[in-house]
């Protein structure tokens, strides 16, 4: 692959409804996407982090600067990439900014997908032609508000509902569900909520039977996250805690989780979350696809790296109109009645980009020439 240029676009778009989770209530998703360029090739990627540092420390604004100051200038530093896991090394010695190395690695792998003219999920390694997803539900204002959102989800066609909680919005707001909807996939994310002062609440979760609790410890730890799996019979799922393969490898060690939230752009990009994969296969700890609100082309990649394997849990990447009015690619993707998606058979990611809306949501556009 030769790359002759590499587009980088901030964009903006908005909610059909505010997303609240214990740190923030999200109104909008900022982007930026990533385009590389060959001679016959357009690869796409796209840098997750959004415009605050609630969820990680990295924002729209610190990726754009990692991006043009030390990556770009990285990968024009070579002549040629012959396979997309070049960039794993050649990134390694910049420390974390994960989601901005994801932009770029993501656009290389659908490059080489194009190039050879197979599909991206072919490229990974991925064996399904659909994937089971489900929806995550933002804090909502009472138990009865979300047991309304719960049955629209349902009526969709949803199977598993992940709900996020805070302290205060958990037990009941569970509870609620249980009785109304039986025993449907559902699980709970803390976004680091709780400390360990909260072991007995999380106890009285065991018997509401959820898929898993994700994240209920600080964001940075694992040896809390051990001690509280060792009592409860729910598995515990990292998110936050998981930037590498040897955070996945130490967390396993310690028993700080049974299984893992693999975000695409929170690992560096598609070649890490396949490691990880990878290791937690070996390790028989099955994992899933996490989502960052993603608009389609973030979405795209999580619909191709989710058809290896042990990818064993339904992905937070549920229909484009979960999120938007409208989404960026064509065709948006959508779920079919037992709320799977279809992997696209197309070369690449299988998605098209709509360059009239691309333009629309985007508020800052920069061109970098090799
Ligand atoms: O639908 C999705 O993309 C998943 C949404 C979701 O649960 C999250 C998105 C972004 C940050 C977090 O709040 C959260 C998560 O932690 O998984
Ligand atoms: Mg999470």
Known sequence: MKIEKIVLRKMKMTFKTPFQVSFATMREKHFIAA??????????GDCS?????????????????????????????????????????????????????????????????KERNI?????????RSKIET???????NSPDDLL?????????GYRRVKIKIKPGKDIKYLEAIRKRFGDIMLMADANSAYTLKDIELFKEMDPLNLIMIEQPLAHDDIVDHAKLQAVLKTRICLDESIHSVEDARKAIELGSTK???????????????????????????????????DTGIARAHNVAIASLPNYRFP???????????????????????????AVPEKAGIGFEPIPELMERFTYEKKQILR
């Open 35 to 44: 385009e590389i360029h060959t001679k016959d090739h357009i690869g796409y």
């Open 49 to 113: 982090a959004f415009d605050h540092p609630y969820y990680n420390e990295e924002t729209t604004t610190t990726a754009w600067h990692i991006l043009q100051d030390f990556l770009i200038p990285l990968l024009f530093s070579k002549d040629e990439i012959s396979h997309p896991e070049e960039l794993y090394s050649l990134f390694s010695h910049i420390r974390r900014n994960k989601m901005a190395k994801s932009a770029l690695d993501c656009a290389v792998w659908d490059l080489y997908a």
């Open 119 to 127: 599909p991206l999920s072919k490229a990974l390694g991925g064996t």
């Open 134 to 140: 489900g929806v995550s539900i933002g804090i909502q």
């Open 148 to 156: 309304r959102v719960v049955e629209k989800y349902m009526e969709e």
């Open 259 to 293: 299984t893992i939230n693999i975000k695409v752009a929170r690992v560096g990009g598609l070649t890490a979350a396949k490691k990880i994969h990878d290791l937690c296969q070996a390790h028989d700890i099955p994992v899933w696809c996490g989502g960052m609100l």
């Open 315 to 341: 992905g937070d990447i549920p229909a484009s109109n979960r999120y938007w009015n409208q989404d960026v690619i064509s065709p948006e993707v959508t779920i079919d009645e037992k709320a799977m998606v």
